[in-house]
Protein backbone atom coordinates (compact mmCIF):
# COMPACT_ATOMS: atom_id res chain seq x y z
CA UNK A 1 0.00 0.00 0.00
CA UNK A 2 2.90 2.08 0.96
CA UNK A 3 4.34 1.57 -2.93
CA UNK A 4 1.06 2.09 -3.77
CA UNK A 5 1.07 6.03 -2.62
CA UNK A 6 3.81 6.80 -4.18
CA UNK A 7 1.80 6.44 -7.47
CA UNK A 8 -1.25 7.71 -6.50
CA UNK A 9 -0.38 11.55 -7.56
CA UNK A 10 0.19 10.41 -10.85
CA UNK A 11 -2.83 8.04 -11.04
CA UNK A 12 -5.18 11.34 -9.99
CA UNK A 13 -3.32 13.35 -12.76
CA UNK A 14 -4.04 10.98 -15.76
CA UNK A 15 -7.45 9.76 -14.40
CA UNK A 16 -8.72 13.66 -14.27
CA UNK A 17 -7.36 14.20 -18.06
CA UNK A 18 -9.11 10.77 -18.79
CA UNK A 19 -12.26 11.44 -17.03
CA UNK A 20 -13.00 15.03 -18.63
CA UNK A 21 -12.02 13.20 -22.32
CA UNK A 22 -14.22 10.35 -21.72
CA UNK A 23 -16.97 12.55 -20.17
CA UNK A 24 -16.87 15.18 -23.28
CA UNK A 25 -19.45 15.17 -26.05
CA UNK A 26 -18.17 13.54 -29.41
CA UNK A 27 -18.38 11.01 -31.72
CA UNK A 28 -18.68 8.47 -29.22
CA UNK A 29 -21.45 9.96 -27.59
CA UNK A 30 -23.43 10.28 -30.41
CA UNK A 31 -23.09 6.75 -31.23
CA UNK A 32 -24.37 6.11 -28.04
CA UNK A 33 -27.32 8.41 -28.57
CA UNK A 34 -28.32 6.30 -31.71
CA UNK A 35 -28.26 3.16 -29.84
CA UNK A 36 -29.73 4.47 -26.71
CA UNK A 37 -32.45 5.68 -28.14
CA UNK A 38 -33.61 3.48 -30.89
CA UNK A 39 -32.54 0.29 -28.87
CA UNK A 40 -32.52 0.71 -25.84
CA UNK A 41 -30.51 0.60 -22.38
CA UNK A 42 -28.74 -2.61 -22.68
CA UNK A 43 -27.29 -2.45 -25.87
CA UNK A 44 -26.33 1.15 -25.31
CA UNK A 45 -24.27 -0.33 -22.50
CA UNK A 46 -23.10 -2.34 -24.19
CA UNK A 47 -21.28 0.22 -26.60
CA UNK A 48 -19.87 1.77 -23.64
CA UNK A 49 -18.40 -1.62 -23.36
CA UNK A 50 -17.01 -1.72 -26.51
CA UNK A 51 -15.63 2.11 -26.39
CA UNK A 52 -14.14 1.26 -23.28
CA UNK A 53 -12.67 -1.43 -24.09
CA UNK A 54 -11.29 0.10 -27.10
CA UNK A 55 -9.59 2.50 -24.87
CA UNK A 56 -7.89 -0.19 -22.93
CA UNK A 57 -6.36 -1.48 -26.01
CA UNK A 58 -4.74 2.15 -26.65
CA UNK A 59 -3.73 2.55 -23.37
CA UNK A 60 -2.06 -0.94 -23.34
CA UNK A 61 -0.37 0.07 -26.69
CA UNK A 62 1.08 3.62 -25.48
CA UNK A 63 1.93 1.95 -21.98
CA UNK A 64 3.98 -0.59 -23.99
CA UNK A 65 5.52 2.14 -25.97
CA UNK A 66 3.51 1.40 -29.30
CA UNK A 67 1.79 4.57 -29.46
CA UNK A 68 4.69 6.29 -29.35
CA UNK A 69 6.08 4.70 -32.39
CA UNK A 70 3.16 4.32 -34.55
CA UNK A 71 2.57 8.69 -34.24
CA UNK A 72 5.85 8.62 -35.38
CA UNK A 73 5.02 7.76 -38.31
CA UNK A 74 2.97 9.87 -40.80
CA UNK A 75 1.95 7.65 -42.90
CA UNK A 76 0.83 5.21 -40.53
CA UNK A 77 -1.03 8.31 -39.28
CA UNK A 78 -2.47 9.32 -42.33
CA UNK A 79 -3.60 5.68 -43.14
CA UNK A 80 -5.54 5.53 -39.54
CA UNK A 81 -6.60 9.17 -40.58
CA UNK A 82 -8.67 7.63 -43.58
CA UNK A 83 -9.78 4.75 -41.57
CA UNK A 84 -11.12 6.60 -38.81
CA UNK A 85 -12.53 8.99 -41.49
CA UNK A 86 -14.14 6.21 -43.35
CA UNK A 87 -16.15 4.55 -40.32
CA UNK A 88 -17.57 8.19 -39.32
CA UNK A 89 -18.75 7.56 -42.98
CA UNK A 90 -20.13 4.61 -42.78
CA UNK A 91 -21.93 5.62 -39.46
CA UNK A 92 -23.20 8.82 -41.50
CA UNK A 93 -24.66 6.91 -44.12
CA UNK A 94 -26.81 4.17 -41.71
CA UNK A 95 -27.96 7.70 -39.57
CA UNK A 96 -29.15 9.13 -42.88
CA UNK A 97 -30.41 5.64 -44.26
CA UNK A 98 -32.45 5.20 -40.86
CA UNK A 99 -34.07 9.11 -41.38
CA UNK A 100 -35.01 8.29 -44.69
CA UNK A 101 -36.38 4.75 -43.68
CA UNK A 102 -36.69 4.54 -39.76
CA UNK A 103 -36.74 0.82 -39.46
CA UNK A 104 -38.57 -1.10 -37.57
CA UNK A 105 -36.64 -3.00 -34.23
CA UNK A 106 -37.79 -6.06 -33.01
CA UNK A 107 -36.58 -6.87 -29.42
CA UNK A 108 -35.26 -10.02 -30.27
CA UNK A 109 -33.00 -9.20 -32.76
CA UNK A 110 -31.17 -6.25 -30.58
CA UNK A 111 -31.01 -8.70 -27.72
CA UNK A 112 -29.52 -12.00 -29.72
CA UNK A 113 -28.11 -10.78 -32.94
CA UNK A 114 -27.07 -6.94 -33.06
CA UNK A 115 -25.21 -7.06 -29.35
CA UNK A 116 -22.32 -8.54 -30.87
CA UNK A 117 -22.27 -6.08 -33.35
CA UNK A 118 -22.85 -2.80 -31.13
CA UNK A 119 -19.76 -3.71 -28.70
CA UNK A 120 -17.57 -4.22 -31.83
CA UNK A 121 -18.91 -0.91 -33.36
CA UNK A 122 -18.04 0.97 -29.92
CA UNK A 123 -14.72 -0.98 -30.35
CA UNK A 124 -13.92 0.35 -33.93
CA UNK A 125 -14.61 3.37 -33.19
CA UNK A 126 -12.25 4.08 -30.42
CA UNK A 127 -9.61 2.05 -32.01
CA UNK A 128 -9.77 3.79 -35.17
CA UNK A 129 -9.35 7.00 -34.24
CA UNK A 130 -5.89 8.38 -34.46
CA UNK A 131 -6.95 11.49 -32.08
CA UNK A 132 -7.69 8.67 -29.36
CA UNK A 133 -3.53 7.60 -29.47
CA UNK A 134 -2.58 11.22 -28.92
CA UNK A 135 -4.82 11.23 -25.70
CA UNK A 136 -3.49 8.28 -24.50
CA UNK A 137 -0.16 9.61 -25.23
CA UNK A 138 -0.78 13.01 -23.49
CA UNK A 139 -1.97 11.03 -20.10
CA UNK A 140 1.30 8.57 -20.98
CA UNK A 141 3.18 11.59 -20.51
CA UNK A 142 2.67 11.94 -16.98
CA UNK A 143 4.50 8.99 -16.14
CA UNK A 144 1.60 7.86 -14.10
CA UNK A 145 3.24 3.70 -13.97
CA UNK A 146 7.14 4.72 -14.34
CA UNK A 147 8.50 2.93 -12.36
CA UNK A 148 6.52 0.63 -11.16
CA UNK A 149 5.56 -3.16 -11.72
CA UNK A 150 2.89 -5.44 -12.94
CA UNK A 151 0.77 -4.68 -10.44
CA UNK A 152 0.52 -1.20 -10.57
CA UNK A 153 0.26 -1.34 -14.29
CA UNK A 154 -2.29 -3.38 -13.71
CA UNK A 155 -3.93 -1.19 -11.59
CA UNK A 156 -3.79 1.53 -13.48
CA UNK A 157 -5.39 0.06 -16.82
CA UNK A 158 -7.95 -1.34 -14.64
CA UNK A 159 -8.70 1.89 -12.75
CA UNK A 160 -8.95 3.63 -16.76
CA UNK A 161 -11.08 1.07 -17.78
CA UNK A 162 -13.67 1.59 -14.84
CA UNK A 163 -13.46 5.32 -15.27
CA UNK A 164 -14.14 4.92 -18.90
CA UNK A 165 -16.97 2.65 -18.92
CA UNK A 166 -18.64 4.79 -16.12
CA UNK A 167 -18.47 7.80 -17.88
CA UNK A 168 -19.95 6.01 -21.50
CA UNK A 169 -21.65 4.08 -19.63
CA UNK A 170 -23.72 7.18 -17.85
CA UNK A 171 -23.96 8.93 -21.14
CA UNK A 172 -25.96 5.29 -21.84
CA UNK A 173 -28.02 5.46 -19.01
CA UNK A 174 -28.91 8.95 -19.61
CA UNK A 175 -29.94 8.54 -23.15
CA UNK A 176 -31.89 5.56 -23.04
CA UNK A 177 -34.01 7.35 -20.20
CA UNK A 178 -37.82 7.32 -21.13
CA UNK A 179 -38.14 11.35 -21.51
CA UNK A 180 -35.00 11.29 -24.04
CA UNK A 181 -36.45 8.32 -25.90
CA UNK A 182 -39.67 9.44 -26.55
CA UNK A 183 -38.27 12.76 -27.66
CA UNK A 184 -36.62 10.76 -30.38
CA UNK A 185 -39.36 8.74 -31.22
CA UNK A 186 -41.85 11.90 -31.80
CA UNK A 187 -38.32 13.54 -33.70
CA UNK A 188 -36.29 10.26 -35.15
CA UNK A 189 -35.49 11.24 -38.77
CA UNK A 190 -34.39 14.99 -37.58
CA UNK A 191 -32.10 13.53 -34.70
CA UNK A 192 -30.61 10.86 -37.24
CA UNK A 193 -30.41 13.32 -40.17
CA UNK A 194 -28.67 15.52 -37.66
CA UNK A 195 -26.70 12.46 -36.38
CA UNK A 196 -25.45 11.94 -39.41
CA UNK A 197 -24.76 15.42 -40.35
CA UNK A 198 -21.97 15.21 -37.30
CA UNK A 199 -20.28 11.58 -38.31
CA UNK A 200 -20.02 13.17 -41.73
CA UNK A 201 -18.03 16.77 -40.31
CA UNK A 202 -16.61 14.51 -37.71
CA UNK A 203 -15.05 12.15 -41.12
CA UNK A 204 -14.00 15.35 -42.74
CA UNK A 205 -12.50 17.03 -39.63
CA UNK A 206 -10.74 13.86 -39.31
CA UNK A 207 -9.54 13.56 -42.69
CA UNK A 208 -8.45 17.00 -43.26
CA UNK A 209 -6.78 18.26 -39.90
CA UNK A 210 -3.20 17.45 -38.78
CA UNK A 211 -2.84 15.82 -35.69
Known amino acids: MADFALFLPGFIAA ?3 LLVGASSPGPAVAMLLGIATSQGRGP ?3 GAAGIACGSIVINVATLLGIGLIVSQMAWFMGVMRLVGAAYLMWL ?3 AFKKAAQPPVIK ?3 VQVKRLPRIFMAGFMLQVSNPKAIV ?3 AIASIG ?3 GGGSVIVALFVTGAFLISFACHGAWALLLSS ?3 RTAYQSARRWIEAGLGAFFGFAAYKLATTEL
Open 107 to 109: ASD
Open 178 to 180: RPI
Open 15 to 17: YAI
Open 135 to 137: FWL
Open 44 to 46: ALV
Open 92 to 94: AYN
Open 144 to 146: ATE
